[in-house]
């Protein structure tokens, strides 16, 4: 592998999508800013252009609600074939929207994981004391408006905000919903992708009925919490959110603020993770469908996602290797399966290896795994994980997804994330 040359062409793949004013996550099938994507960007583009990383984030942070949430879709500019459009979402009937359009909800909250690992390189100090009080706004905004319980834990309230739209986590608490009716709608995803790439048409009705009923509840944090047909504590979602609270606390500390609600925060969710997530008899963590008052009992590798924040106990932790990660019914690689780590354990029948987050290997989800595998020591799985992202990124371009079976791409050509993690991956190798 030409490490020179890998970053290079991710350096091409980052500026051919930059627009001057955010970067897109794919060419054509993604044109808009979206929340975590944009946050990953910004961490690629640190290690070449750190003024343009930063203008990537400030212009994340344009799309602001006054309330304090950061939505998952910024739209800079518009018109374009994707859907939902800028209108669709009817964010105007909140008073708290922005001024530029966005769409009403939000995605894992992973921006201030990132700007501390930019400041830990690259000294950011100002821009720290610039976005810090956004920053605070949204987790303070996701601790009050998505702690539908108290626990301390967050919810979402579309399988979007998960980041991992049709994981099949969501199919159970997804077949409950029976929408009465639905929005006249075109979908955009398949004019770019193959159909056999993105979600199902029945998931995607589903998605669509969602927004409708956010859309008549006018985006009200209560009113949500309270009609929202989808209602999920989601295990990646939480380990991102305590990871991220864990590294605003740092940059609290860096600029002499007070800690004290955020030390709340963490005390909270760590009280009540393991309570809430792990099952004994399973030795996972499961996400929990609040509507149905159950654990969704589905294996998929968010299971090692909370890794990323620390939370498992060496005990949970070395059970999560011995018994799903090197399980080659599961996530073992076998005759068929070559390439870590697929999305969906291979024993779930709902494991599909092309489509979206049914089984595809994604980057950004290796990423997260590789950061907390190193964080527990476990040196060799996390170096097989980056060894293995690597080869798929050099062998089949910067793709969206990609197949666990033969590391064929799927998705997006040109992805953004790949590219950026990619830089992030081997900026070390080549110092």
């Excluded at 044109?31 to 583009?45: E, F, K, V």
């Excluded at 203008?55 to 739209?75: A, F, K, N």
């Excluded at 609270?245 to 030390?263: K, Q, S």
Aim: charged share 25%; with cysteine; aromatic share 12%.
């Amino acid at each position: 592998m030409d490490i020179s040359d890998l970053i290079l062409r991710a350096q091409n793949v980052l500026r051919s999508n930059d627009t001057g004013v955010f970067t897109k996550p794919g060419p054509r099938q993604y044109p808009h800013q979206w929340n975590w994507d944009s946050a990953i960007i910004a961490l690629g583009l640190s290690h070449f252009d750190l003024p343009r990383a930063l203008t990537e984030i400030r212009s994340l942070l344009r799309g602001q609600w006054g309330d304090g949430m950061i939505p998952h879709v910024v739209y800079h500019q518009s018109p374009s074939d994707y859907f939902p459009s800028p209108a669709f979402w009817q964010i105007e009937t909140n008073p708290n929207a922005p001024a530029v359009p966005t769409s009403g909800i939000t995605q894992p909250p992973v921006l201030a994981t990132i700007i501390r690992k930019i400041h830990s390189r690259s000294p950011i100090l100002n821009f720290i004391r610039e976005t810090y009080p956004a920053l605070l706004r949204w987790h303070r905004w996701l601790h009050t408006a998505r702690d539908a319980d108290g626990s301390g834990l967050v919810c979402i309230i579309h399988p979007w905000e998960s980041g991992t739209d049709d994981s099949p986590r969501w199919l159970s608490a997804m077949s409950a919903i029976a929408p009465p009716d639905v929005p006249p709608f075109q979908r955009g995803d398949t004019i770019h992708v193959s159909a056999s790439e993105r979600p199902h048409s029945a998931d995607y009705v589903r998605f669509i009925h969602l927004i409708d009923v956010f859309r008549r509840n006018r985006y009200d944090p209560a009113a949500l919490l309270s009609r929202s047909p989808f209602l999920v504590q989601d295990v990646l979602f939480n380990s991102i959110l305590y990871r991220a609270n864990e590294d605003l606390r740092a940059l609290a500390l860096e600029l002499g603020e007070p800690t004290g609600e955020i030390d709340g925060w963490l005390d909270k969710m760590r009280a009540r993770f393991d309570a809430r997530f792990w099952d004994e008899t399973h030795g996972s963590y499961f996400d929990f469908d609040l509507r149905a008052d159950k654990p969704i009992l589905v294996n998929t590798a968010m299971t090692f996602a909370p890794f990323f924040a620390g939370l498992p106990d060496p005990t949970k932790a070395r059970r999560l290797i011995a018994e799903h990660w090197q399980n080659p019914r599961e996530y073992q690689p076998d005759k068929n399966i070559r390439y870590r780590v697929t999305t969906t354990s291979k024993a779930e029948s709902a494991w599909e290896p092309r489509r979206y987050w049914r089984g595809p290997v994604w980057i950004i989800f290796n990423w997260i795994l590789w950061d907390g595998l190193k964080r527990y020591g476990f040196d060799d799985p996390a170096e097989e994980l980056r060894r293995d992202s690597l080869e798929l990124v050099a062998r089949s371009g910067f793709r969206e997804y990609y197949d666990p079976r033969d590391g064929s791409g799927c998705g997006s050509t040109d992805f953004s994330w790949s590219a950026a993690l990619t830089i992030e991956w081997l900026a070390g190798d080549r110092e």
